[in-house]
């Protein structure tokens, strides 16, 4: 092609299978529909009356073969004769028309796990993906392009890499759609605008791919616009407005980045079409925003996030990572959790939300922990946090992490993403309940040899073989049932140990040799020669001995025939509402002839860790009624307040 070529957008010799459906006299206003044309196998083209012309139907040719520039329909309009063709002409800055704006109300499913089940988008929502360079906001775009659930997808390559646009182009012919099994590209229209291209058309690519999107709409469909990247269209304003010496705002961007941008996402949305017969349709916006440096405070990715309603945060380090795709699952949001949840409730998983909320809890809880581990080391944390810290993981790998390029995997139907989703929840169940009985979360990672199989589903098991997940999940409960049976040598599960050389007993303190594995705190259950048991608890250990107290005193006890056992966990105490009043001894045994306390849970008197970011300044001061601590020391709540006084004086209680 030369320089200069000019062609008509639309080819004007092909003829295309007209079917009309109105008639002579009929009264017809803009947006109506006057016939079809089977456009694609995926696609039923609706010819409309174009908005703002109307009236009666004074000839219509009969169904056959007609251009897209042939006259199919004279109408009588106000004493003047109109004709119209299968084509119209609509100025691209210009929002079409509608009747109503609605709420969007169902999800736009994308087969993309992170985002269907955590940042849900639907159907007239918008979304950006902000991202530094490489982070994979190309291939995510691109994904959404081959699999989204919509109708019509129009993607609009704006100012980025050639090859890219080629690419898309050799592949998608190839590609399959998962929802109709047809090819992909009998539904998608691309808008190609490279680098390389004058940067005035980047503007111009933008707004005609949003009027398909609106003319897509108006026939009734869901259509999904795709623009990568909407940095480019800004750099090209502020090129242009460099150019036309305007006034610069913010970094050199034009004042008027902030209303473009919003008119563009503004014409989301899922509406009531004009015309007849009544119809809904929407489109649907998702584009990439490329911040310098990866700075989202940056103008455009600033601006751009007050207008949408999901947030793709891409992240570095998950990309370095190999994470893809690399979505940060703690800065991202979306506004349709809600209002998806509904639809996925009623036509997937009754329990949908509970496994989305947990799957979120978990990652929330991790990050929090990954915090207290850098300030105070892994130490600190309690087997339960432990367990969240391996469910986050399995989280993240057999389910938020999905690849592109893997045939199984880059789509995930809703129907297996909640089945991975009800597999990690069991397996998190299961786990808790063990965890719960003194069994260390990492005995149970290595017991539970399923868990490699459960990573893998996603890439192992088909959309069609949803029945392998039945089959996973009967193995697995089978081997929590065991576990939990202790059929499967609980004591070594449990990581409970048993020694019986005692080498020597000095007042309450007896030392036990050849314990390699006793760690501080540790809870042990003493068993005399006679069977009568004890309990005690390792104040030291090291160089192959442990130190342990005795809590019940080591009268009795002779080095001989006792065995000592060491129980994988720190003291418990049982804590429950029926303590109130009561007189205990050290290790909760009732003193006072009561009964023992029965309801409640098990907490370890070590407690767990407070995460310091969270903790409060103490401020809410106790009145003690005692003048010299209220007027001068005064104490608050949540504080401390040591006491010291020499023996004999005396002391304040
Ligand atoms: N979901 C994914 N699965 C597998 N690989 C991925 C995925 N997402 C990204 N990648 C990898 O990351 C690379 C870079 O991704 P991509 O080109 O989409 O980044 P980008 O953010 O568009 O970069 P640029 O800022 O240069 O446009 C890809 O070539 C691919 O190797
Ligand atoms: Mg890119």
Same mark, same amino acid.
């Given at each position: 092609?030369?320089?200069?070529?000019?062609?008509?957008?639309?080819?004007?010799?092909?003829?295309?299978?007209?079917?009309?459906?109105?008639k002579?006299?009929?009264?017809?206003?803009?947006?109506?529909?006057?016939?079809?044309?089977?456009?694609?196998?995926?696609?039923?083209?609706?010819?409309?009356?174009?908005?703002?012309?109307?009236?009666?139907?004074?000839?219509?040719?009969?169904?056959?073969?007609?251009?897209?520039?042939?006259t199919?329909?004279?109408?009588?309009?106000?004493?003047?004769?109109?004709?119209?063709?299968?084509?119209?002409?609509?100025?691209?800055?210009?929002?079409?028309?509608?009747?109503?704006?609605?709420?969007?109300?169902?999800?736009?499913?994308?087969g993309?796990?992170?985002?269907?089940?955590?940042?849900?988008?639907?159907?007239?929502?918008?979304?950006?993906?902000?991202?530094?360079?490489?982070?994979g906001?190309?291939?995510?775009?691109?994904?959404?392009?081959?699999?989204?659930?919509?109708?019509?997808?129009?993607?609009?390559?704006?100012g980025?890499?050639?090859?890219e646009m080629?690419?898309?182009?050799?592949?998608?012919p190839k590609?399959?759609?998962?929802?109709?099994?047809?090819?992909?590209?009998?539904?998608?229209?691309?808008?190609?605008?490279?680098s390389?291209?004058?940067?005035?058309?980047?503007?111009?690519?933008?707004?005609?791919?949003?009027?398909?999107?609106?003319?897509?709409?108006?026939?009734?469909?869901?259509?999904?616009?795709?623009?990568?990247?909407?940095s480019?269209?800004?750099?090209?304003?502020?090129?242009?407005?460099?150019?036309?010496?305007e006034?610069?705002a913010?970094?050199?961007?034009?004042?008027?980045?902030?209303?473009?941008?919003?008119?563009?996402?503004?014409?989301?949305?899922?509406?009531?079409?004009?015309?007849?017969?009544?119809?809904?349709?929407?489109?649907?916006?998702?584009?990439?925003v490329?911040?310098?440096?990866?700075?989202?405070?940056?103008?455009?990715?600033?601006?751009?996030?007050?207008?949408?309603?999901?947030?793709?945060?891409?992240?570095?380090?998950?990309?370095?990572?190999?994470?893809y795709?690399?979505?940060n699952?703690?800065?991202?949001?979306?506004?349709?959790?809600?209002?998806?949840?509904?639809?996925?409730?009623?036509?997937?998983?009754?329990?949908?939300?509970?496994?989305?909320?947990?799957?979120?809890?978990?990652?929330?809880?991790?990050?929090?922990?990954?915090?207290?581990?850098?300030?105070?080391?892994p130490?600190?944390?309690?087997e339960?946090?432990?367990?969240v810290?391996?469910?986050?993981?399995?989280?993240?790998?057999?389910?938020?992490?999905?690849?592109?390029?893997?045939?199984?995997?880059?789509?995930?139907?809703?129907?297996?993403?909640?089945?991975?989703?009800?597999?990690?929840?069991l397996?998190?169940?299961?786990?808790?309940?063990?965890?719960?009985?003194?069994v260390?979360?990492?005995?149970?990672?290595?017991?539970?040899?399923?868990?490699?199989?459960?990573?893998?589903?996603?890439?192992?098991?088909?959309?069609?073989?949803?029945?392998?997940?039945?089959?996973? =999940?009967?193995? !697995?409960?089978?081997? /929590? #049932?065991? +576990?939990?049976?202790?059929?499967? *040598?609980?004591?070594? @599960?449990? $990581?409970?140990?048993e020694?019986?050389?005692?080498?020597?007993?000095?007042?309450?303190?007896?030392?036990?040799?050849?314990?390699?594995?006793?760690?501080?705190?540790?809870?042990?259950?003493?068993?005399?020669?006679?069977?009568?048991?004890?309990?005690?608890?390792?104040?030291?250990?090291?160089?192959?001995?442990?130190?342990?107290?005795v809590?019940?005193?080591?009268?009795?006890?002779?080095?001989?025939?006792?065995?000592?056992?060491?129980?994988?966990?720190?003291?418990?105490?049982?804590?429950? =509402?029926?303590? !109130?009043?009561?007189i /205990? #001894?050290? +290790?909760?045994?009732?003193?006072? *002839?009561?009964?023992? @306390?029965? $309801?409640?849970?098990?907490?370890?008197?070590?407690?767990?860790?407070?995460?310091p970011?969270?903790r409060?300044?103490p401020?809410?001061?106790?009145?003690?009624?005692?003048?010299?601590?209220d007027?001068?020391?005064?104490?608050?709540?949540?504080?401390?307040?040591?006491?010291?006084?020499?023996?004999?004086?005396l002391?304040?209680?």
């Open positions: 092609m030369k320089r200069g070529v000019k062609v008509p957008s639309l080819e004007r010799e092909t003829k295309w299978h007209f079917v009309p459906k109105v002579k006299g009929d009264k017809v206003t803009g947006g109506d529909i006057i016939g079809t044309v089977q456009e694609t196998n995926l696609v039923e083209h609706k010819i409309l009356v174009p908005p703002g012309i109307s009236g009666e139907v004074k000839e219509v040719v009969a169904e056959g073969d007609y251009t897209v520039s042939d199919i329909l004279t109408l009588q309009s106000s004493g003047e004769e109109k004709e119209l063709s299968m084509m119209h002409r609509w100025p691209a800055r210009i929002p079409r028309p509608f009747k109503d704006k609605l709420e969007p109300r169902e999800p736009l499913i994308t993309t796990r992170v985002l269907d089940a955590i940042f849900p988008m639907a159907k007239g929502g918008t979304a950006a993906i902000p991202g530094p360079f490489g982070s906001k190309t291939v995510t775009l691109q994904s959404l392009t081959k699999w989204s659930e919509a109708k019509i997808v129009i993607y609009i390559g704006c980025e890499r050639g090859n080629t690419d898309t182009l050799t592949n998608f590609l399959k759609d998962p929802w109709t099994g047809r090819p992909v590209l009998e539904r998608t229209i691309l808008i190609a605008n490279t390389n291209m004058p940067v005035a058309a980047r503007e111009a690519s933008i707004y005609v791919g949003m009027t398909l999107a609106e003319y897509f709409r108006d026939q009734g469909y869901d259509t999904l616009l795709v623009a990568d990247s909407t480019r269209w800004a750099e090209a304003l502020r090129d242009l407005g460099g150019r036309m010496e006034m610069p913010e970094e050199g961007y034009p004042s008027y980045l902030a209303s473009r941008l919003a008119e563009y996402y503004e014409r989301a949305g899922r509406v009531l079409t004009i015309g007849r017969p009544e119809r809904f349709g929407s489109v649907t916006i998702a584009s990439a490329s911040p310098p440096g990866g700075d989202f405070t940056e103008p455009v990715t600033s601006i751009t996030l007050r207008f949408v309603r999901v947030f793709w945060p891409l992240d570095v380090s998950l990309a370095q990572a190999r994470h795709p690399a979505i699952w703690i800065q991202g949001y979306s506004a349709y959790v809600d209002l998806v949840s509904e639809w996925w409730t009623k036509n997937v998983d009754p329990n949908w939300r509970e496994y989305r909320d947990f799957m979120v809890r978990t990652l929330l809880r991790e990050d929090e922990l990954r915090q207290i581990v850098r300030l105070v080391g130490e600190s944390l309690s339960r946090d432990k367990l810290l391996e469910v986050a993981r399995i989280i993240k790998d057999a389910f938020l992490k999905q690849s592109a390029y893997d045939d199984v995997d880059a789509f995930s139907s809703p129907q297996k993403q909640v089945r991975i989703m009800r597999l990690i929840y397996f998190n169940n299961w786990a808790s309940e063990l965890v719960g009985s003194g260390q979360v990492r005995k149970i990672i290595e017991r539970v040899t399923y868990l490699g199989d459960l990573m893998r589903a996603k890439s192992t098991i088909k959309n069609d073989e949803l029945q392998k997940f039945d089959e996973l =999940e009967g193995k !697995l409960k089978s081997l /929590f #049932d065991e +576990l939990k049976k202790g059929g499967v *040598n609980l004591m070594q @599960v449990a $990581g409970i140990r020694y019986s050389n005692v080498n020597s007993i000095k007042g309450p303190l007896m030392v036990v040799q050849g314990v390699t594995d006793a760690s501080y705190n540790e809870i042990v259950e003493v068993e005399l020669g006679n069977g009568d048991r004890r309990t005690g608890l390792v104040v030291d250990s090291g160089m192959g001995v442990a130190i342990v107290q809590f019940e005193g080591t009268s009795g006890i002779s080095p001989r025939g006792t065995k000592v056992r060491f129980l994988g966990r720190g003291l418990e105490v049982k804590v429950s =509402e029926e303590m !109130l009043g009561r /205990f #001894d050290p +290790l909760g045994n009732p003193l006072d *002839n009561g009964p023992r @306390v029965i $309801g409640g849970e098990k907490r370890n008197i070590n407690g767990e860790p407070l995460n970011a969270v409060e300044y401020e809410e001061f106790i009145q003690t009624g005692i003048s010299a601590i007027g001068l020391n005064s104490l608050l709540r949540g504080q401390k307040l040591p006491i010291f006084s020499g023996s004999g004086y002391r304040i209680s």
